[in-house]
């Protein structure tokens, strides 16, 4: 077992797994730009087994000061920051972004667009 670099002679073979798993997520496009980490396991013969992908995108913040103003007020706030964000993310050549929150205000990001995620979110600090 050895690992190298991803190469496009990979693909069909890495689909393939993503394919038999049925995960419900999204097969990643190796040939993004985002996608700045691409590697693979291969066996004795050089057959991949694994492969991982790393894609660049924005993990999201939200500070507040929950005692101005409103709700309503405060969410509006949001609302304009969020847009703000996302603009700042675009101009960046990003176009996604993850955020930690607990179920409650997962709701509230609904109104904005927001999707939750398959899975549970894990992060690993390095």
């Not at 993990?59 to 964000?85: Q, S, V």
């Amino acid at each position: 077992m050895k690992i190298r670099t991803y190469t496009a002679k990979d693909f069909d073979r890495i689909r393939r797994f993503h394919s038999e798993a049925k995960s419900g997520w999204e097969f990643p496009n190796p040939d993004d730009p985002r996608v700045l980490i691409k590697e693979c396991i291969v066996d004795d013969d050089g057959v991949v087994r694994f492969a991982a992908f790393g894609r660049l995108q924005a993990n999201a913040y939200l500070l507040t000061d929950g005692t101005w103003k409103t709700p309503e007020e405060r969410l509006a706030a949001i609302e304009i920051l969020e847009f703000a964000m996302v603009e700042k993310a675009k101009a960046a050549g990003l176009d996604q972004a993850t955020a930690q929150v607990d179920p409650r205000f997962g709701q509230r990001l609904k109104c904005f667009g927001w999707d939750k995620s398959l899975g549970e979110t894990w992060h690993k600090e390095f």
